[in-house]
């Protein structure tokens, strides 16, 4: 790989004829159509928040350096921005007026800038590299590179490793924050497009768990007609099933969920009341687990993790259970009181027994003292196991 250091371009050489994509949130071109901002290995523009586009501005006007910037030269001599995308939208968009800074309290876009502020931005030179070599080579380089800033997640690592036709179909489908089924797609899933966890989310539900291999498979494909119908699948499902939404359906792994239960009939009316009814009652702590437990029949109550009596309630009940039992000569445990064997007599300490639900949560048994007996441990876990 060759590698030459340029010093003498200037924000406004690089920033000629900048284009920049509102709907994509893409700066797309610059030294007059010579450079391509926004190569497919580069993730989406994420500096647009106030403060960080602010910063790169804030630091050109007080002399600061911005930090090395790398262009890769192609084979036609055009570059793309390897690293520094973001600080080149960022300058290429305060340029063209997108956004204001403040200045002794006040907004300031740069049209409305003092001639002097403005040629002293335009004509800060800029530390460039500019690489030549093999994509191979440009690649591996551009992984080690530590990106000012915010790092690259994962999945923004695994576009710029997989980039081709694949990863930018996949983009335009699931990284834009303009599309218009995001609102659907985010009752059920907590995600922000342009740091591609959308596209995360469909390519780990498709690939079950395997999004590495499933995009080095796909690479040169030149559609996402699988990856959009599964994601729709899924989305589809889940919102045909269950009428309304709640917070915890974003915390939930629907991928795993759909796998195991779409071929099941489900009367929509019914699960709907269902949940209802679980996320009304209180003795129900894990409320994300409600989904789950309803779709499989309503059976599986460990999910829920049903709310335990508390360490008051355990002494009282304990304490009354064991003086009736002294008075009757029988054990403490009314389980092994009903036995032959030896414990049928036995005074078990508190420390040996577990509070038991006497009807159980399930049959509409409370947790509270009057639902309350304490059995021993080895009682407890058979009536448990029930
Ligand atoms: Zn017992």
């Known amino acids: 790989m060759i590698t030459e250091l340029h010093t003498e371009w200037t924000v406004e050489d690089i920033c000629e004829g900048f284009v920049y994509n509102e709907s994509e949130g893409k700066g797309l071109f610059g030294m007059g159509g010579k450079l391509t ?46 690293d520094g995308q973001q600080r080149i939208t960022s300058l290429g968009r305060f340029i063209t007026s997108r956004f204001a800074i403040k200045i ?6 740069f049209r409305g800038l003092a001639k002097e502020l403005q040629e002293k931005i335009l004509k800060t030179k800029l530390l460039i590299y500019v690489c030549e070599g093999e994509e191979k080579e440009i690649k591996d380089w551009f992984k080690t590179i530590n990106i000012v800033g915010v790092p690259l997640n994962e999945q923004e690592k695994l576009n710029a490793i997989y980039s081709g036709s694949f990863v930018t179909l996949a983009k335009e489908e699931f990284s834009n924050s303009q599309n218009s089924n995001i609102a659907k797609w985010s009752s059920y899933i907590k995600a922000v497009a342009n740091r591609q966890e959308f596209l995360a989310c469909a390519l ?14 796909h690479r040169r494909d ?19 099933v269950f009428l309304n939404t709640y917070s915890e359906m974003q915390t939930i792994e629907w991928g795993r969920i759909y796998e195991e239960y779409h071929k099941k009939p489900y009367n929509p009316k019914e699960v709907s009341e269902k949940v209802e009814e679980l ?64 414990n049928k007599n036995r005074i078990w300490k508190i420390t040996e027994m577990d509070a038991d639900h006497v009807t159980a949560w399930s049959k509409g048994g409370t947790t509270d003292i009057s639902n309350c007996q304490m059995l021993c441990k080895t009682h407890n876990r058979a009536k448990g196991n029930k």
Request: aromatic share 12%; charged share 25%.
């Open 37 to 82: 901002i926004q190569p497919e290995y580069q993730r989406n523009y994420i500096y647009a928040d106030g403060k960080k586009d602010v910063a790169v501005i804030d630091s050109v006007l007080k002399g600061y350096p911005i930090g090395l910037i790398y262009f890769v030269r192609t084979e036609d001599g055009q570059y793309e921005v390897l």
């Open 104 to 109: 002794n309290g006040m907004d300031q876009y």
């Open 204 to 217: 780990n539900w498709v690939s079950k768990g395997n999004i590495d291999g499933y995009m080095s498979l």
């Open 222 to 240: 030149t559609n996402i007609n699988e990856l959009k119908t599964y994601f729709n699948s899924v989305i589809d499902w889940v919102d045909s």
């Open 279 to 342: 996320y009304a009652d209180e003795f129900v702590r894990n409320k994300k687990s409600i989904f789950e437990y309803v779709l499989g029949g309503c059976e599986d109550s460990k999910l829920l993790e049903i709310r335990i009596f508390d360490e008051r309630d355990k002494k009282t009940v304990y304490a009354k259970q064991t003086q009736k039992a002294e008075a009757q000569g029988v054990s403490n445990c009314p389980l092994c009181a009903l036995g032959n064997d030896n």
